[in-house]
């Protein structure tokens, strides 16, 4: 029970990288805020959690708008009595031609992935310090943050740039007890890969270990930066990607 009576903020976390996080926090005894965009996926995977036995919170909302990330952390505090681990995992990935890429999707991207983790990190960081007891903060990157990938130059773009504040921000944390640290998946079998019969076939041909991540793979890793025994690690990046980052072919059918 690595996280026993620690609060836990998990965005994104309807399904998928973020779900898996969130369940396997409350496994470990943590207390879990979930939140997702889609209310239904939202309240339905909180209700999942509690079925398992975990302590789990939903909220859903815009985790881009910054009034809505002030009521997550006031919520966490209310409901669980303070906020000592934040997963900004949250974020949209639109793929498109750079020639021709649309300045809407390009702001919508811009807004969740980079302002939405900013911006939780900062209002969690003011609670942790308040607090007094530390925290940690796992922020969400991706392998095309290290390695160039088809149609994804803006979405890329927010990915390293989330490791750069994770290295940025250490300045400003580690004075009050708090790491923070990424996470940059490789390709991994969630729900929205579900419909695709080449993911699979694809991914393990290319992927040195043979098969692309599961959620599991994503889950492990990030408990690791998030657990209380991993405190000396901070700034830094971890790359989960069955080695595909080593040799980076391209996905092509």
């Given at each position: ?158 990915k390293a740039a989330l490791e750069m504040l994770a290295k940025n921000l250490v300045l400003d944390l580690s004075p009050y007890g708090i790491t923070i640290n990424a996470l940059a998946p ?68």
């Amino acid at each position: 029970m690595s996280f026993l009576n620690q609060t836990a903020i998990v965005t994104g976390a309807g399904q998928g990288i973020g779900f898996a996080i969130a369940e396997g926090l409350c496994q470990q005894g943590a207390n879990v805020l979930l939140n997702d965009l889609d209310e239904t996926l939202c309240f339905e995977a909180a209700e999942r959690i509690r079925q398992g036995g975990g302590r789990c919170e939903a909220l859903p909302g815009d985790a881009a708008e910054v009034l809505f990330i002030q009521q997550l952390v006031d919520t966490a505090v209310d409901r669980f009595g303070g906020v000592d681990l934040v997963v900004a995992n949250a974020g949209l990935t639109l793929f498109g031609d750079f020639f021709s890429y649309d300045p809407t999707h390009f702001e919508r991207v811009l807004n969740l992935n980079l302002r939405g983790s900013f911006f939780l990190t900062q209002a969690a960081a003011r609670q942790m310090r308040e607090q007094g007891r530390g925290g940690s903060v796992l922020l969400m990157s991706s392998v095309v943050g290290h390695q160039a990938h088809p149609g994804l130059a803006a979405y890329a773009m927010t990915k390293a740039a989330l490791e750069m504040l994770a290295k940025n921000l250490v300045l400003d944390l580690s004075p009050y007890g708090i790491t923070i640290n990424a996470l940059a998946p490789g390709a991994t079998q969630t729900e929205r890969t579900l419909d695709d019969p080449d993911y699979v076939p694809i991914w393990s041909r290319i992927t040195p270990m043979g098969r692309p991540a599961t959620v599991a793979d994503m889950t492990h890793a990030a408990l690791f930066l998030l657990n209380p025994a991993s405190r000396h690690i901070t700034g830094q990046s971890l790359v989960v990607d069955g080695g595909w980052t080593s040799v980076s072919p391209p996905p092509n059918p």
